[in-house]
Nanobody, 122 residues
């Protein structure tokens, strides 16, 4: 049973940076893709970024390109989301997600974390 646990959320001023972390346990295959989604109040959950555990390839939503970077730590079985140049529109609950596969896309999600709140103040 795969479990994903996020950490690193919090309050940051606009223009600031924050790094989210997601620890994965119970994963036995390298054929796994991990990523991040977010959900702002009153809005649908949306894709942010993904990374293939086996190839290291990445994929980003257009609205975070150049500002957010997804990376992985093979030894620690963790995925990170480094967020820079944050603005108030980035305020949301950020969810770690995972699925079986090679390609760095999150069209289907097999596992979800519990979410971590990111609040950007103006």
């Amino acid at each position: 049973q795969v479990q994903l646990v996020e950490s690193g959320g919090g309050l940051v001023q606009a223009g600031g940076s924050l790094r989210l972390s997601c620890a994965a346990s119970g994963r036995t295959s390298s054929r796994y893709v991990m990523g991040w989604f977010r959900q702002a109040p009153g809005k649908e959950r949306e894709f942010v970024a993904a990374i293939s555990w086996s190839t290291g390839s990445t994929n980003y939503a257009d609205f975070v390109k150049g500002r957010f970077t997804i990376s992985k730590d093979n030894a620690g079985n963790r995925v990170y989301l480094q967020m820079t140049s944050l603005n108030v529109e980035d305020t949301a609950v950020y969810y770690c997600a995972g699925r079986e596969g090679f390609v760095a896309s999150m069209g289907r999600v097999d596992h979800w974390g519990q979410g971590t709140q990111v609040t950007v103040s103006s």
